[in-house]
């Protein structure tokens, strides 16, 4: 039985935890809710497949049956309403079968790039790195369930008891993660990382203040003379936005093959294999890793391997890749700091469930990787490249590392991080690949 039927049919998730049912004081909003059951049973029945699929002509139909239902339901009732808040309802009702109910004007602002709801009664969105309440509520827990299931039921997921927890995306590639009670206490829990339309490029960044002029042409360089990069930092501070754009600089004749556990990364280039895995169906079983799939991509020519993110045995065979002739991969992984992405390589190796020395995984991390591009979330919301640091090999025991350019903050002022991005005056011992591939940067970039 589905989360949402079984909500419907017990009025409980499991045990102690009672759906928890929104107050409401407020005539629309109380109409609203008594409408809503009855345009679900009348429309839902006669549209099939992926709502995002619906034709204009089918939306407009719809539109045209929901005035009729409301119609009778406010003719019956000896309700009466003005035309604004007659277009209000029908467009808030057709959220509710087309798109994702309540939470769908959120999706559709541009100046929104997360939206966070905590149970029914609680929506939170991120506008320009700061987070804030908002007025937007669900009837109930199985209001919450009932979008989670339209999100994750067309990419064959699902979401309940044996599987509470899932990682999806929408159909314009924004992440998606839901869990539901009894792992979260205060009901179904959605969060939504949103993606623009049309990705960001690195001039974008460069005006956004994420990184200076400078870094931007030796970062288009390196990814031009193919060396391996990975992009590491906390949650929220970038990093996918970040690797997009990277991955823009690759020419469009080579081979991409991106991996990823949901399809968030957006490229231009022609020739480009994604992949996404996927997780075990309700035996347990045919679950298939980003691990299962790195491994798969050395067997398809690939001139670039992209992976979305590492986070555990993968690690090892994407170093491997990069070691074996597959330059110019690249990746991101999350860490406080360079120096820290390569302890979390170094763990994330030895959960691959291989038997080796520390100074051998070393020496796989140092002669795979070039370059560190460290991102972070500033105190104000904004997001900044502050490291570029160059992976330069071993010295005994310990990976040798420089930074390259750095961010140097200076204070706070009016709530804005004020600082800098600076050179360190030190040019990189890779320079050679740039004149391999016939790249020339000016000297001035390290000065």
């Not at 009670?181 to 203040?209: A, E, Q, V």
């Not at 992009?231 to 997009?244: D, F, M, R």
Request: proline share 4%; charged share 25%; with cysteine.
């Amino acid at each position: 039985m589905s989360l949402l039927k079984r909500l419907q049919k017990e009025g409980s998730i499991s045990g102690e935890t009672a759906v928890q049912s929104v107050p409401r004081d407020n005539t629309f909003w109380n109409l609203k809710f008594s409408l809503h059951q009855q345009v679900v049973e009348k429309l839902e029945q006669e549209i099939s497949g992926e709502t995002d699929k619906v034709s204009e002509e089918e939306r407009e139909q719809a539109a045209n049956q929901i005035k009729e239902i409301m119609a009778e339901h406010l003719l019956e009732k000896g309700i009466s309403m003005s035309r604004n808040e007659q277009q209000r309802m029908l467009q808030e009702l057709l959220d509710e079968v087309f798109e994702l109910g309540p939470i769908s004007p959120l999706l559709r602002d541009e100046t929104v790039s997360e939206v966070m709801v905590n149970g029914p009664s609680q929506v939170y969105v991120e506008r320009n790195g700061v987070l804030e309440e908002t007025e937007v509520q669900f009837r109930d827990d199985a209001h919450v369930a009932r979008v989670m299931e339209k999100i994750v039921s067309p990419l064959g997921r699902r979401i309940d008891e044996s599987s509470p927890m899932v990682d999806a995306r929408l159909s314009d590639g924004s992440r998606v993660n839901a869990v539901i009670p009894p792992l979260t206490l205060n009901g179904p829990t959605l969060t939504i990382r949103k993606f623009s339309k049309d990705p960001y490029k690195i001039d974008d960044l460069i005006r956004f203040g994420t990184l200076s002029g400078e870094m931007a042409k030796f970062i288009e360089a390196c990814v031009k003379a193919r060396l391996n990069i990975i992009v590491s930092g906390g949650t929220g501070s970038g990093k996918t936005t970040t690797l997009n754009v990277l991955s823009s600089f690759i020419p469009e004749g080579e081979r991409i093959v991106t991996i990823e556990d949901a399809a968030e990364i957006q490229l231009h280039q022609r020739h480009w294999v994604r992949m996404e895995s996927r997780p075990p169906n309700i035996e347990g079983r045919g679950a298939i890793t980003i691990r299962d799939l790195v491994r798969n991509s050395l067997r398809m020519r690939p001139d670039r391997i992209v992976v979305g993110e590492v986070r555990s045995g993968e690690a090892l065979d994407m170093l491997q890749a990069m070691n074996t002739g597959h330059d110019g991969s690249l990746t991101t992984g999350h860490a406080n700091s360079p120096r820290d992405m390569m302890a979390r390589l170094e763990t994330m190796v030895l959960m691959a469930g291989v038997d080796l020395p520390v100074r051998a995984i070393r020496e796989q991390i140092s002669s795979a990787l070039d370059l560190v591009v460290h991102q972070s979330r500033m105190q104000d919301g904004s997001r900044k490249v502050t490291h570029l640091t160059e992976v330069q090999g071993m010295e005994g025991d310990t990976i040798v590392m420089q930074d390259l350019f750095i961010f140097k903050q200076y204070g706070v002022e009016q709530h804005r991080v004020v600082g800098e991005f600076k050179s360190t005056g030190i040019r990189p011992r890779f320079m050679h690949k740039f004149a391999d591939a016939g790249i020339s940067l000016p000297d001035e970039i390290f000065y």
